[in-house]
């Protein structure tokens, strides 16, 4: 349960960028691109409740969370850890991929749009520094 705050915190980050991204594929323009906007807000907030709920009921009784009883069964943590962060990078790649396609049409020079698109994806870099410390 140690890990439910910092991860909500990530979790809200990822729902205000793709709720920017809503806001900038308009429905006129972009409507796969809010499709898959709105895609990627469902499995965030799946993936969040499964986290909670899995992080919860690691142990049965849950008590055992907090009490060294021998006669507890909880989960393997690090299988969980390592399952959810692997879902994490994925849903990374997804939110930091879903606008380079809309990037790279914009009526620009190839300059900016590369620019651009650069920027976009130095946030892969904590993604990668994500894969590295599994």
């Given at each position: 349960?140690?890990?439910?705050?910092?991860n909500?915190?990530?979790?809200?980050?990822?729902?205000?960028?793709?709720?920017?991204?809503?806001?900038?594929?308009?429905?006129?323009?972009?409507?796969?691109?809010?499709?898959?906007?709105?895609?990627?807000?469902?499995?965030?907030?799946?993936?969040?409740i499964?986290?909670v709920?899995?992080?919860?009921?690691?142990?049965?009784?849950?008590?055992?969370?907090?009490?060294?009883?021998?006669?507890?069964?909880?989960?393997?943590?690090?299988?969980?850890?390592?399952?959810?962060?692997?879902?994490?990078?994925?849903?990374?790649l997804?939110?930091?991929?879903?606008?380079?396609p809309?990037?790279?049409?914009?009526?620009?020079?190839?300059?900016?749009?590369?620019?651009?698109?650069?920027?976009?994806?130095?946030g892969?870099?904590?993604?990668?520094?994500?894969?590295?410390?599994?």
């Amino acid at each position: 349960m140690s890990g439910t705050v910092p991860n909500l915190l990530v979790y809200f980050s990822k729902i205000s960028i793709l709720l920017l991204y809503l806001r900038i594929f308009t429905a006129e323009t972009s409507h796969y691109s809010r499709i898959t906007c709105f895609s990627a807000i469902g499995l965030n907030v799946a993936y969040y409740i499964g986290f909670v709920v899995a992080f919860t009921l690691e142990c049965t009784p849950i008590k055992c969370i907090w009490s060294s009883n021998t006669q507890c069964h909880c989960l393997s943590g690090d299988a969980l850890i390592l399952i959810a962060t692997s879902i994490n990078i994925v849903l990374d790649l997804l939110v930091f991929l879903l606008p380079i396609p809309k990037i790279l049409r914009l009526n620009m020079s190839l300059r900016n749009r590369l620019g651009i698109t650069f920027v976009m994806l130095v946030g892969l870099f904590v993604t990668a520094c994500s894969v590295v410390r599994l």
